[in-house]
């Protein structure tokens, strides 16, 4: 392959086999079992950069007969609009964005070479973890919009990072973590730490793609040509995926994160061709962890599915047990009952068959007694029908009244939390009367005292103006005395000459 210049901040694309490559990766690790979900699926561009940050970094231009169309015929539209951005020499602002794209792209890339590389957590002395914050911080800060407070002008991006927790529920934990933070003071401490909460949590590019795919709420805080609302604010989320591997651990409390000032190494990213070799291999291990951690997420989606499914099914047979017990319950008590007067029964019909047998001995002499007990007989009989149905009745409705004598109940719990809750509230609407009450008494206390002072204020002005009154009246007298004084004056000179 062959090597061509690029213009300063122009970030090149992978030869067509470098591309064809990576997309045989994929598929092959999609025929393996592995399904993105569609929370974490990329836009096919920020797919082709952070195949680019895994692969190397000093990236090549392969010859002209080498291109398959083929390969790369689904990401055309998207290339050909960021190569559009870069063609324009003119526009600082597309510079500047590319530039900081392609500083994101390398500290990602050496940050997770690091990391496997040392084996172990990472601390906030990490030199490559602070140098991932500060290139972190320059992206979010580009093309900030300036608030004006009556404390002066604001830029931050702590604002912007407040929407996550609008937009995506779980984020509001960092979120009350930050705020209960002692240290910090200023909202660019609370992004620095917000930034480092979210690396922990591993959630990181979660949380950027959210925000990132809301430009409409973005644009009260960012211009609309700043990076996090053009497209490599996107190719930074995708690269963001591949900090799922790295464990951190970052103590914040003895931190100043809010006078920190961050400069961006670029020695750190200056290699020499023979770290090229080492860096291929190194790009293929983190594939294929990735692809290994992909998968393995993906089975503990399905996993916990199946958990919950299960769970659920779990809740409703125990539901339906209960259920069945508590008919077991009732149905045990109806055959009780039914045994009982099976037996009563049986009493009074052998009672009666030996009435039957000792008038059958003497049917001739009473046959109307036999006709009497035969009427009793079926009256007995008809008494018992109306008895069962009495008593299934009465079953039901003793039923009833239990299903009623559970509903009052709830009822009654329900009606006790609300008298609770009520008290409750009295007891506040009290303390806050109180306080209404002391601040009166002290507002009122004030007002004399402010009463008092105005009118001896009042008195010393009178007595002012009583003086200035004197004083007016004696400049009087003084000037007819200057007056006269100065008539005799005039006499005298005149009788000298």
Aim: charge should be negative; include cysteine.
């Amino acid at each position: 392959m062959a090597e061509r210049d690029m213009p300063p901040g122009d970030l090149p694309l992978q030869s067509s086999s470098e591309v064809s490559e990576s997309s045989g990766r994929q598929n092959s690790s999609d025929e393996n079992g592995h399904a993105d979900s569609p929370d974490e699926t990329l836009s096919p561009t920020s797919v082709i950069y952070f195949k680019e940050a895994l692969n190397s970094s000093n990236l090549r231009f392969g010859k002209t007969g080498s291109l398959s169309p083929t390969s790369l015929r689904q990401y055309d539209f998207q290339i050909e609009r960021i190569e559009s951005k870069r063609r324009n020499p003119k526009d600082p602002i597309a510079i500047e964005r590319l530039n900081l794209m392609n500083m994101a792209k390398l500290s990602i890339k050496g940050l997770i070479e690091s990391a496997l590389n040392l084996g172990r957590t990472l601390d906030s002395d990490y030199a490559p973890l602070q140098q991932f914050f500060v290139v972190m911080e320059h992206c979010l800060k580009h093309g900030l919009k300036t608030k004006k407070t009556f404390l002066g002008q604001n830029k931050s991006f702590w604002g912007a990072l407040e929407l996550v927790e609008k937009l995506t529920p779980e984020a509001g934990e960092i979120t009350a973590s930050v705020k209960d933070l002692p240290g910090l003071k200023t909202p660019l401490g609370r992004g620095r730490a917000w930034l480092r909460l979210a690396l922990m949590q591993k959630k990181l590019s979660d949380y950027m793609k959210t925000i990132i795919n809301r430009k409409d709420l973005l644009s009260e805080f960012y211009e609309p040509n700043a990076l996090m609302m053009e497209e490599e604010g996107a190719v930074i989320a995708g690269l963001l995926v591949g900090l799922n591997v790295i464990d951190a651990n970052l103590c914040m409390k003895g931190e100043d994160l809010d006078s920190q000032v961050g400069v961006i190494d670029f020695s750190m990213y200056l290699k020499d061709g023979g770290h090229s070799s080492k860096s291929a291999e190194g790009d293929g291990q983190i594939t294929a962890i990735l692809d290994q951690k992909n998968y393995v997420e993906e089975l503990n989606r399905h996993l916990s599915a199946s958990v919950n499914n299960l769970q659920a099914k779990v809740d409703a047979l125990e539901k339906s047990n209960t259920k069945l017990t508590e008919e077991l319950a009732v149905a045990n008590n109806r055959i009780i009952t039914l045994q009982e007067d099976v037996e009563r029964v049986k009493e009074e019909s052998s009672y009666q068959m030996e009435s039957r047998k000792a008038l059958r001995s003497d049917s001739a002499a009473d046959g109307q007694a036999l006709g009497e007990t035969r009427k009793q007989l079926k009256e007995e009989t008809l008494l018992r029908l109306d008895v069962e149905k009495e008593l299934e009745v009465q079953i039901g409705m003793k039923q009833e009244m239990e299903l009623s004598m559970k509903m009052l109940e709830k009822d009654i719990c329900e009606k006790q939390d609300a008298l609770v809750e009520l008290r409750q509230q009295l007891e506040d609407l009290r303390a806050i009367n109180q306080q209404l009450s002391h601040k009166s008494q002290s507002a009122d206390a004030s007002s004399k005292q402010k009463s008092e002072v105005i009118a001896r204020l009042e008195e010393k002005i009178n007595q002012m103006t009583g003086t200035v009154k004197q004083l007016e009246t004696s400049e009087k007298h003084m000037v007819k005395q200057a007056r006269h004084l100065n008539s005799a004056a005039g006499k005298l000179l005149q009788l000298q000459q």
